[in-house]
């Protein structure tokens, strides 16, 4: 039987790299971001995988759920083993304090890190619903939804917020003959572009810069790749789920 995942943010850092891992003989993987990636579909091919890209930006939400929605609907319910949603993507608004903040930056950072997996979250669960399939929805979090930062407001607000509402996934499919497996992740911290954005930010404007300076000059940051390993590995325990909110260092 065929697999199935959904992955947003796949174009580049964690989410390319989960993305080049998940292609593989019978399995599906659809891709959801801003840009396609010529060379994920050259790896498609030689593996013998099916690729979709779709490229849709997570600002726009309804857009982005009413299109897995449908697509999910156009599928037979017994073509799958198993079907799972990775929501990946994520925005860190310019490092400043909330009184400084743009508004519509905030509402972006949050359409896309909060809005958007809530609404994926919905979409796939419902489409899904009488599919026999193992099922299950891994969020991407962070150590931040969980420890609070200054001049991190709406990132930390929106991981924080993907917590919860995971947790509240967990107790409605635990209701259900066949619920989804559900879990928060955080993933560690990883040498990604985010990265850099953090330790080359303001001193005046971002107090914690130095930290993760230090995280980079002392070598403590996972690559994508290795993190991508661990990330798999974690989704695919016997007891994925018990846990609605985790940390890939546990």
């Known amino acids: 039987m065929k697999q199935l995942t959904i992955l947003t943010g796949a174009s580049r850092g964690l989410g390319l790299a989960l993305a080049e891992k998940l292609l593989a003989p019978n399995h599906t993987l659809v891709c ?20 979709e890209q779709w490229t849709l930006d997570l600002a726009h939400p309804a857009i982005a759920e009413q ?8 599928q037979a319910a017994t073509s799958w083993s198993s079907a799972t949603l990775i929501n990946n993507a994520c925005v ?3 490092l400043l304090p909330l009184r400084d903040a743009q508004g519509d930056e905030l509402s972006y950072a949050m359409r896309v890190g909060l809005e958007a997996p809530l609404r994926l979250s919905s979409a796939f669960l419902d489409a899904t619903r009488h599919w026999a399939a193992s099922r299950k929805v891994l969020n991407i979090s962070s150590g931040l939804g969980r420890r609070a930062m200054a001049s991190q407001a709406a990132y930390c607000a929106a991981k924080a917020g993907m917590d919860h509402f995971t947790r509240c996934m967990a107790l409605d499919e ?77």
């Not at 959801?32 to 690729?51: C, D, F, Y």
């Open 32 to 51: 959801i971001s801003r840009k396609t990636n010529s060379e994920l579909a050259r790896l498609a091919e030689n593996a013998g995988a099916v690729l």
């Open 67 to 74: 299109t897995l929605r449908l697509w999910l609907g156009g």
């Open 92 to 94: 860190i608004p310019p």
């Open 174 to 250: 635990a209701l259900y003959p066949n619920g989804a497996k559900v879990c928060s992740l955080a993933p560690g911290v990883i040498d990604t572009d985010m990265q850099v954005q953090l330790r080359n930010a303001d001193p005046a404007q971002f107090p914690d810069v130095i930290n993760f300076s230090n995280l980079h000059s002392q070598g403590q940051l996972s690559s994508p790749a290795q993190t991508a390993s661990s990330v798999l590995a974690y989704l695919a325990r016997s007891d994925f789920g018990r846990n609605a909110v985790g940390d890939i260092r546990d």
